[in-house]
């Protein structure tokens, strides 16, 4: 899958609210490490809860200054 079909697919997926966890693990699993980091952070977006959990449980194996900004987002939205 190119980039800018990944976007596209990405893009969609956030926007819905039925979005199988399954699916989306498939697809981070598939990607490099800097590519997964940069999907992580665009799924903790989800309009899907199952799936901003996922992304937010995936993070913690990333240090990155993006990852604390989103933990951030995310303690206060929960």
Same mark, same amino acid.
């Given at each position: 899958?190119? *980039?800018?079909?990944?976007?596209?697919?990405?893009?969609?997926?956030? @926007?819905?609210?039925?979005?199988?966890?399954?699916?989306? *693990? &498939?697809?981070?699993?598939?990607? &490099?490490?800097?590519?997964?980091?940069?999907?992580?952070?665009?799924?903790?977006?989800?309009?899907?809860?199952?799936?901003?959990?996922?992304?937010?449980?995936?993070?913690?194996?990333? @240090?990155?200054?993006?990852?604390? *900004?989103?933990?951030?987002?995310?303690?206060? *939205?929960?």
């Amino acid at each position: 899958m190119h *980039e800018n079909e990944r976007d596209k697919w990405v893009i969609k997926l956030l @926007s819905d609210n039925d979005a199988d966890v399954e699916i989306v *693990e &498939d697809f981070i699993l598939k990607l &490099d490490s800097n590519e997964q980091l940069k999907r992580l952070l665009q799924f903790t977006d989800s309009r899907n809860s199952e799936v901003k959990l996922y992304a937010y449980e995936e993070l913690i194996c990333f @240090s990155d200054e993006r990852v604390l *900004e989103a933990a951030g987002r995310g303690l206060v *939205e929960g």
